[in-house]
């Protein structure tokens, strides 16, 4: 992409003036001024440690900003998991931990962010997978439900489809009525705007249920 427009918003600032005095140095940055954070592709936060206030902020980050998804890199010391997994719904795509990092890593992440992209540390993943692991297991899978939006049995009868199977003999193998197949196959594509069975299947690929 072209040149990227990021607004700094420090716990402190001397951090703040700082880090805009940094960044300045890379010619595909655009660094707005703090009052226009709402305007920044990417917003970065520099803090030494993640509180309610940071938390306040990137939710104010979010609702202020006039770009659809605007991506927040976090540059702490340290976060929590329910720190963590708020920050997710507010737009954290970038966790840097503050004593390992460097400015030129800051502005990958802060790239790759801008681009759709994430840049997050190994354990920080761990602790998004495990939650989406707990949460499939003890909330979604008690309900029928699975982590794309499918029911279980959805999934099964898209496992068969993906193996080539018609539609007597998916309702063989899951022991139900041919009606019932075609009943579960198109209440499934109306609910996620499919056209047909290959892209229902597609869909399932694309979303790693199969």
């Given at each position: ?69 605007p991506g927040i890199v976090l540059v ?119 056209r047909n069975r290959t892209h229902a ?10």
């Amino acid at each position: 992409m072209g040149t990227i427009s990021i607004a700094v918003l420090a716990s402190d600032p001397i951090t703040g003036e700082g880090a805009v005095w940094c960044l300045r140095r890379y010619p595909d940055l655009t660094v707005l001024p703090q009052e226009e954070h709402r305007n920044a592709d990417v917003a970065l936060l520099i803090t030494p440690d993640v509180t309610e206030d940071t938390m306040l902020l990137m939710e104010s980050v979010a609702e202020r900003s006039t770009r659809p998804g605007p991506g927040i890199v976090l540059v702490t010391g340290h976060i929590g998991e329910a720190h963590l997994l708020r920050a997710v719904r507010f737009g954290l795509r970038g966790v840097m931990w503050r004593q390992d990092t460097t400015y030129d890593k800051v502005v990958e992440s802060v790239r790759a962010v801008a681009e759709g992209g994430a840049a997050l540390p190994h354990p920080v993943q761990g602790q998004l997978l495990d939650h989406l692991m707990t949460v499939e297991r003890d909330v979604l899978g008690p309900l029928g439900l699975t982590a794309s939006g499918l029911e279980t049995r959805e999934v099964d009868v898209l496992r068969l489809l993906a193996e080539g199977l018609e539609t007597t003999e998916i309702a063989q193998k899951l022991n139900y009525s041919e009606r019932t197949i075609k009943s579960i196959v198109s209440v499934m594509m109306n609910r996620l705007g499919l056209r047909n069975r290959t892209h229902a299947v597609a869909y399932a690929l694309r979303t790693g249920t199969l």
